[in-house]
């Protein structure tokens, strides 16, 4: 598709940067009252009265974090603002505006272009948030992106990585394990693909794990679900890198241990599925797949009968003394030290 040599597809060139910025951007609307400039001037103007400030950034390389051959631009557009606005809510606040920087080679069309900008503008009506401002160069690799969120909070809201303690419970929202199996499923059909390009893949089977990786959702939800039940969290963390990287990074920052229940993950039945079909464990999956974008969090004992029963939320375990360390209970109630084997852009191929 980005190869198409058809005469009717618009290069970048005719329009340049500034005409570029303004055709992608004119149809975004100014919806948060926080936003007083948003894109036009040479810098966008916020105004978040007694609110405090919460900025994340993230860096997204063709062939790196994502793979064109199955990962639709407009998904691509979707999936790059999701992935930020994850990093707010981990926080406890609300996401108000990005910024969209892009880095874009000759061998897309505007048209190309226009469907990730169409991406993007659904998960900014989605979640709410403006776009007000960006950036775009050419370059000579394919694809990147760059995607800045901000947000506000009250400061007595803001939740860290480093507020747990001993005795908290430890919370999940959603299933896990979704999004790496959903990306098997789609390397594996790529494979095929290859081999036998008139091989039409059947992927129903597979919906919720391939749209897991592909149109994943932030949990704006969870934060909103906490505020209307009086629920204040002592520590979270999104998961992007998997859950047991993810419990480290919580016990490193406030000095605790934890055990975690392995009968207590919460998996949805296509991925136990896929994970026979693959051969693989579910619980490994869980524990070190990663891109799930579910929020982990911590909260007092005081607060289990708010969220017990309630179905978005899973109760997995509790934060123990920093010198226990932190642990897999196994179904056989063996404890396993938990090791951080997240993804890791660095590691060579």
């Known amino acids: 598709m980005l190869e198409n040599k058809n005469n009717e597809l618009t290069s970048l060139e005719k329009l340049g940067e500034f005409g570029l910025i303004t055709h992608l951007t004119k149809d975004f609307e100014i919806t948060q009252t926080s936003t007083v400039t948003g894109i036009g001037d040479d810098a966008a103007v916020l105004d978040f009265n007694n609110k405090k400030t919460i900025l994340s950034t993230d860096l997204l390389i063709e062939g790196v974090h994502f793979d064109l051959s199955y990962m639709p631009l407009k998904h691509l557009g979707y999936k790059s603002v999701v992935v930020n606005l994850s990093d707010v809510y981990a ?49 000579k690799t394919g694809l990147m992106l760059s995607i800045t969120a901000l947000g506000e909070v009250d400061e007595e809201k803001i939740t860290y990585r480093s507020g747990a303690k001993p005795n908290d419970l430890l919370v999940v929202s959603g299933d ?61 963390i999104d998961i992007s890198d998997g859950l047991s990287s993810e419990i480290l990074h919580l016990c490193k920052s406030s000095k605790v241990g934890c055990n975690l229940f392995e009968n207590k993950i919460p998996l949805d039945p296509t991925v136990i599925s896929s994970c026979e079909e693959f051969k693989v464990d579910s619980t490994m999956i869980a524990l070190s797949g990663g891109e799930d974008y579910e929020l982990l969090f911590t909260v007092d004992q005081s607060a289990f009968l708010k969220i017990k029963g309630n179905p978005s939320l899973s109760i997995i375990g509790h934060m123990t ?29």
Not at 104 to 115: H, I
Not at 209 to 235: C, F, G, H, Y
């Open 321 to 349: 003394q920093e010198s226990e360390g932190a642990h897999l209970v196994t179904r056989a109630e063996t404890k396993i030290p938990l090791t951080a084997q997240g993804w890791n852009s660095f590691e060579r191929k």
């Open 91 to 139: 926080m406890n606040a609300t996401a108000t505006q990005i910024t969209v920087s892009i880095a874009v080679s000759n061998r897309f069309p505007l048209e190309a272009l226009e469907e990730l900008y169409a991406g993007i503008a659904m998960a900014c009506k989605t979640y709410g948030v403006d776009l007000i401002g960006g950036d775009t160069t050419s370059s």
């Open 176 to 236: 896990l394990g979704g999004a790496y199996m959903g990306l098997q499923v789609l390397e594996r059909e790529k494979e095929v693909f290859k081999v036998n390009p008139n091989n039409q893949p059947d992927l129903e089977p597979y919906s919720y794990i391939v749209e897991r990786q592909l149109k994943p959702e932030a949990r704006k939800d969870i934060v909103n679900l906490l505020q209307q039940l009086e629920v204040q969290p002592t520590s979270m």
